[in-house]
């Protein structure tokens, strides 16, 4: 479970930090450890490529 949303978790942490990492949970509503734990349902993966794409466009990367 989680898998494919704990994975944006790792890869917002290897383009932003711990700052990105921060800004996804406050975006998705989602902790990362709440995301190991929640199923990976279409709705949750579009939301978090979603955010993702958001702090693509809005962040520096590191």
Do not use: N
């Not at 929640?38 to 993702?52: G, H, M, N, R, V």
């Amino acid at each position: 479970m989680g898998t494919k949303l704990a994975a944006f978790y790792e890869q917002t942490a290897k383009e932003f930090g711990s700052t990105g990492r921060v800004k996804l949970a406050l975006l998705t509503k989602l902790s990362s450890a709440k995301a190991l734990e929640a199923p990976d349902t279409p709705e949750a993966i579009k939301l978090f490529e979603e955010s993702l794409e958001q702090l693509r466009r809005t962040m520096p990367p590191r």
